[in-house]
């Protein structure tokens, strides 16, 4: 797979994820792939129970994707993950092998004020 196919297919499912289409959304991952949270210390193993962990969870999900960098076999997608609304800022680290992902690793982050001490250094982006 090319750069260019890797990613149509990573937009592809990131907007799969952002519709709740689980079916497409798993197309990406192979049938042995592993899906790790560190912050939970959580591990997935296996496309079918990844697929599974995000069927069965219970809030309304939107996903916006803020930018995907990456190439040949290590990708990283900048996302909004909103959780009923509520937005958590995300990075997702996809590791490809023969055309789909083997390892994926999701960290999160809660939005923050910001520091007073930095107001005349920076630019506010939102």
Excluded: C
């Amino acid at each position: 797979m090319d750069d260019l196919m890797v990613r149509t297919a990573l937009q592809r499912h990131w907007d799969a994820s952002d519709a709740n289409d689980f079916e497409t959304e798993h197309e990406i991952y192979r049938e042995d792939a592993v899906l790790d949270y560190p912050q939970s210390g959580e591990r997935i193993r296996g496309r079918r129970n990844i697929q599974q962990s995000r069927f069965v969870q219970p809030n309304k999900k939107r996903f916006t994707v803020r930018r995907i960098i990456g190439s040949g076999d290590l990708w990283v997608t900048e996302f909004v993950l909103s959780y009923d609304g509520i937005p958590s800022y995300a990075v997702s680290i996809m590791e490809f092998r023969e055309g789909l992902v083997a390892n994926e690793t999701q960290y999160f982050a809660d939005r923050f004020d910001p520091s007073p001490s930095r107001a005349k250094l920076v630019e506010r982006t939102n």
